[in-house]
């Protein structure tokens, strides 16, 4: 059996940047779950790194309720 990629892609409420060096702190939301510690309306904060815990919570999800994907454990324990 080949080995299985996977993607994971938002084109939601994401912050766009021309390139990796014009990136810069936002405010306001950014995504569905409100339990991300950094997210403000007032304070700046680094949506990558909210990216990254919004990615943590749907690796969460998928090892607690499918069969199988164990393999994502680590993920969701760093």
Do not use: C
Not at 40 to 58: C, I, M
Not at 62 to 74: K, S
């Amino acid at each position: 059996m080949a080995p299985v990629d996977y993607f994971f892609v938002d084109f939601g409420l994401s912050s766009h940047f021309a390139s990796f060096e014009e990136r810069h702190l936002v405010t306001g939301p950014a995504g569905q779950n409100k339990t991300v510690p950094e997210l403000s309306y007032e304070v700046p904060y680094d949506p990558f790194k909210v990216d990254n815990y919004h990615l943590g919570g749907v690796f969460e999800e998928l090892v607690e309720n499918y069969h199988g994907l164990g393999v994502f454990q680590p993920l969701v324990t760093a």
